[in-house]
Nanobody, 123 residues
């Protein structure tokens, strides 16, 4: 059974950077399509970025040019590098995984989820 755990969240000033990590235990992540989502209270969970097993990627418009998704198969870990952070990037960030397939930012397609890590962008 694949298990995911995020880390790297915290408080950062606007314009700053954070790198989130998602460590997997169990099967190797290289066999899964993986994604990052975020959620704020009172709003639906929204897709941020996705990478499939062919390393194709997709980004939500609101993070294009600022966020980068990557994976390290040797460490069985997925990363989300977040630069030029804005207050509206504040939220709980989740990593998720699903069986191999096309890139997708639809939360309902993902079977495996981490517990989330809080990111707060504020001065």
């Amino acid at each position: 059974q694949l298990q995911l755990e995020e880390s790297g969240g915290g408080l950062v000033q606007p314009g700053g950077s954070l790198r989130l990590s998602c460590a997997a235990s169990g099967p190797s992540l290289h066999s899964y399509t993986i994604a990052w989502f975020r959620q704020v209270p009172g709003k639906e969970r929204e897709g941020v970025s996705c990478m499939n097993v062919q390393s194709s990627t997709v980004y939500a418009e609101f993070v294009k040019g600022r966020f980068t998704i990557s994976r390290d198969n040797d460490k069985n870990t997925v990363y989300l590098q977040m630069n030029s952070l804005k207050p509206e990037d504040t939220g709980v960030y989740y990593c998720a995984a699903r069986s191999p397939g096309p890139v997708s930012l639809m939360a309902g397609w993902y079977a495996y989820w981490g517990p989330g890590t809080q990111v707060t962008v504020s001065s």
